[in-house]
């Protein structure tokens, strides 16, 4: 069973860059078997999808975040990773990770990051 851990700073400053990794054991980054993706849901809303790595490398954004999200992985370490740049304190979120194959999902157990000055 694929399980996946996010870490990464719990607060952000206005204006810098969010920056998480998933950390996968469990299955292979690279294998062709999963889908590599970052969700977030912000207070009091809905999960959002950002954007998704596949076993290629090649990636996918959402159309709304597309201009300040970066997703890589590292097949070494079996990571990926986030970047979103420029944040507000409305990127204020749970950020997932998760792992979707054509028969199954696994999530990692999220972590909060605030944006605040």
């Known amino acids: 069973q694929v399980q996946l851990q996010e870490s990464g700073p719990d607060l952000v400053k206005p204006s810098q860059t969010l920056s998480l990794t998933c950390t996968v054991s469990?299955?292979?980054?690279?294998?062709?078997?999963?889908?590599w993706s970052w969700i977030r849901q912000p207070p009091g809303k809905g999960l959002e999808w950002m954007g998704v790595?596949?076993?290629?490398?090649?990636?996918y954004y959402s159309p709304s975040l597309e201009s300040r999200t970066s997703i890589s992985r590292d097949t070494s370490k079996n990571q990926f990773s986030l970047q979103l740049s420029s944040v507000t304190p409305e990127d204020t979120a749970v950020y997932y990770c998760?792992?979707?194959?054509?028969?199954?999902?696994?999530w990692g157990q999220g972590t909060q990051v605030t944006v605040s000055s």
């Open positions: 469990g299955g292979s980054i690279a294998t062709r078997l999963y889908a």
């Open positions: 790595i596949g076993s290629d490398g090649t990636t």
């Open positions: 998760k792992a979707t194959s054509t028969s199954s999902s696994y």
